[in-house]
C-alpha cells in the first residue's frame, strides 16, 4: 500500500466509525504503520521470547511472510554467544526503516493478520521482543525486492537454549502427511515444523561457512563486477549477488559485509576449492518419502500460483465496509443463542479466497 493509499484508508475510517475505531497511530510510509497499543495489544500473542529456538520462529515467521521462497539460517555458537544469520529473498525492508522495525507495534501487516501454529502474527512486536531478548539483533543489509539479511547475537547463558542441537527429530507418517514423533525441540526441528507447515519454502540450515559454500553452489549466475554494482545494477537476489565472487581471497570480506557471515581464510579457500560440500535443503535429511511428498505439495502449489489471486482486487476500505455489515447482521442472530461476538472479525486474504474469522463469547445474563 502506497502511504497515499494507507493515509486515504485512515481518512476513510476515521470518517466512517470515529477515532475509536482507529488502529494507527503513526503512517510511517511505503505501507508501513505503528500500530495503537489498543490495537498491538489486541494481537497479543505469546510473544515473550523465551529461548532461542523462539527467535528462530519468529525470524523465520518474517521470512514467510515477505513471499520468501529460500532462506538460509546459519547459526554456531562462539563461547556463550549463539549467533543467528537469517538470509532471506523476499519483498526485502526499506533502508530508512531497517531500525524502525525493532521498535514496538512497527509493522507493515496491517491488514493481513497471519494466525498460524504459533498463534497470531502481524502486531509489530516480534523484533522488538527479539531485539529484548537478544544481546543483538540488526538488519544487516536488506533492498526492496531483492531479500533481508538479520543478524542475531543471543548469550546462552542468559537466554536458554536447547542443549542438544545436533539430533533430528523422528518423522512418521499418518494418512500420507509427515508428523514430528519426537526430538528435541532445537533449532533444526523448529525449521523442520516449519517447513512442513510452509512446504513451498526452501530452507538450509547450517555453519557460516557451509551456508556460503550453498549459496554459491546454488547459485547458477556468475555476474561480472563488484558486489555492490552487481546489487544496483542487476535484479538479482541479494543472495546471489555473491555469484560474483570469483576469488577466495575476497570471499570472507564479502561474506562479513553483505551476510555477517564470518568465515576464516582457510575455509574461503576450501569453500572455493569445493572442499566443504553444499548442504542439502533441510528436508533432503529425511529421505525419499519426504522429498516425494515435498515435490507433490510444491507442484499442489505451483499449479495454485498460475491462477489469479482474486482476493487481491478489493480494495481494504471495502474489505471493513464487509467487516462492518457482518458485525451488524451478526447482532440479530446472535440474539437468538445469546452470544455476541468477540472483538472485531478477523479477515485474512487467501489466494481466491477471503476468510473472515468471527470469535464468540456468550451474551452476558442480565
Ligand atoms: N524478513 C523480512 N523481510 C521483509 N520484511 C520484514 C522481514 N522481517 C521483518 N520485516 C518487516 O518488519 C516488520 C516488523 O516485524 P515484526 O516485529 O516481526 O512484526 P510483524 O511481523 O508482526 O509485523 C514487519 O511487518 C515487516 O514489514
Ligand atoms: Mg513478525
Redesign the pocket.
Known amino acids: 500500500m502506497s502511504s497515499k493509499e494507507s493515509d486515504n484508508l485512515l481518512n476513510f475510517v476515521t470518517s466512517l466509525a470515529g477515532d475509536h475505531f482507529l488502529k494507527i497511530e503513526e503512517n510511517l510510509g511505503d505501507?508501513?504503520v505503528r500500530l495503537k497499543i489498543s490495537e498491538a495489544e489486541r494481537?497479543q500473542a505469546k510473544h515473550d521470547i523465551r529461548s532461542v529456538e523462539d527467535i528462530v520462529v519468529?525470524?523465520l515467521?518474517?521470512?514467510r511472510?515477505?513471499?520468501?521462497s529460500k532462506t538460509f539460517v546459519s547459526s554456531h555458537k562462539e563461547d556463550q554467544l549463539r549467533k543467528i544469520v537469517?538470509i532471506?529473498d523476499?519483498?526485502?525492508?526499506p533502508t530508512n526503516?531497517h531500525e524502525k522495525?525493532?521498535e514496538?507495534r512497527?509493522?507493515?501487516?496491517l491488514d493481513t493478520?497471519?494466525l498460524d501454529r504459533y498463534g497470531v502474527?502481524?502486531?509489530?512486536?516480534?523484533?522488538?521482543?527479539?531485539k529484548s531478548a537478544a544481546d543483538k539483533a540488526w538488519?544487516v543489509s536488506?533492498f526492496p525486492g531483492k531479500?533481508?539479511v538479520?543478524k542475531i547475537e543471543a548469550n546462552t547463558a542468559i537466554l536458554g537454549e536447547r542443549k542438544d542441537q545436533s539430533t533430528f527429530p523422528t518423522i512418521r507418517w499418518r494418512q500420507g502427511e509427515p508428523q514430528i514423533l519426537r526430538g528435541p525441540h532445537n533449532i533444526v526441528r523448529i525449521l523442520v515444523e516449519f517447513n512442513i507447515d510452509h512446504p513451498q519454502m526452501e530452507i538450509y540450515l547450517g555453519s557460516p561457512a557451509e551456508i556460503l559454500s550453498t549459496m554459491l553452489t546454488l547459485n547458477k549466475s556468475h555476474p561480472n563486477g563488484n558486489f555492490s554494482d552487481v546489487l544496483e545494477q542487476t535484479d538479482l537476489k541479494l543472495w546471489r549477488c555473491i555469484g560474483c565472487v570469483s576469488q577466495a581471497k575476497i570471499l570472507p570480506e564479502m561474506a562479513k559485509k553483505y551476510f555477517e557471515l564470518e568465515i576464516s581464510e582457510r575455509n574461503a579457500h576450501r569453500i572455493m576449492n569445493r572442499e566443504i560440500k553444499p548442504l542439502p535443503r533441510i528436508f533432503a535429511e529425511f529421505g525419499e518419502n519426504l522429498e516425494h511428498w515435498l515435490n507433490g505439495k510444491e507442484k499442489e502449489v505451483s499449479r495454485s500460483s498460475g491462477k489469479e489471486n482474486l482476493s487481491k482486487f478489493i480494495q481494504d476500505e471495502d474489505l471493513e465496509i464487509l467487516s462492518q455489515n457482518i458485525v451488524k447482521n451478526f447482532d440479530e442472530v446472535g440474539k437468538k443463542y445469546f452470544l455476541k461476538l468477540q472483538g472485531k472479525p478477523k479477515i485474512q486474504r487467501g489466494r481466491n479466497r477471503i476468510k473472515i474469522d468471527l470469535d464468540l463469547e456468550r451474551e452476558e445474563e442480565i
Open positions: 505501507g508501513f494481537r519468529e525470524l515467521r518474517n521470512s511472510d515477505s513471499g520468501a537469517v532471506d523476499g519483498c526485502g525492508i526503516l522495525i525493532f514496538p512497527v509493522t507493515s501487516k493478520v497471519v502474527h502481524g502486531r509489530g512486536m516480534a523484533l522488538f521482543s527479539v538488519v536488506s531479500g533481508s538479520f
